[in-house]
């Protein structure tokens, strides 16, 4: 049975807001379900599998995610989104459906002014950005 207090919460918070209520959740049921006595041990950008989820555990979690948001989520989650912060963005955004103020995947959004530069290669100038690219790394 979904959690409604859980859902409301999500619903009326801020969109900047909406992915820490929904990682403090997860963090909060990964302490239940590893054993850790206090939430520091676990944050936002732990990888779900240094913390020592394995697929069954990972299973677990998402089913149990599934059931309290009332909605149906992918098999891989905790594979596809490795932090809980990632995972809470994915599901707010996509199987929720609902806006926060962060892309899914918790990750800034690339800085393109304009669409010529959004991929080197359709610019023509995909050899140019290729020799910065070895430029910057010494190759």
Known sequence: MPDQLLIARLHSAVPSLRTAV?????IA???EALHLDSP?????RSRFTELG????RALEL???????LGCALPTTL?????TPERLAAFVIEQALGLETSTPAGGLDPPHVTD???ADPAESGDFDAHMRR??????I
Not at 78 to 82: D, E, G, Q, S, T
Not at 133 to 138: A, D, I, N, Q, R
């Open 133 to 138: 690219t070895f430029e910057k790394y010494g």
């Open 29 to 31: 049921r990964l302490c």
């Open 62 to 68: 998402k089913e149990d995610l599934e059931e309290e």
């Open 115 to 117: 669409s010529t530069q």
């Open 40 to 44: 520091a041990l676990a944050n936002s």
């Open 22 to 26: 929904l990682v403090d959740h997860v």
């Open 78 to 82: 905790f594979f596809n989104y490795p």
């Open 53 to 56: 989820i394995d697929s069954k």
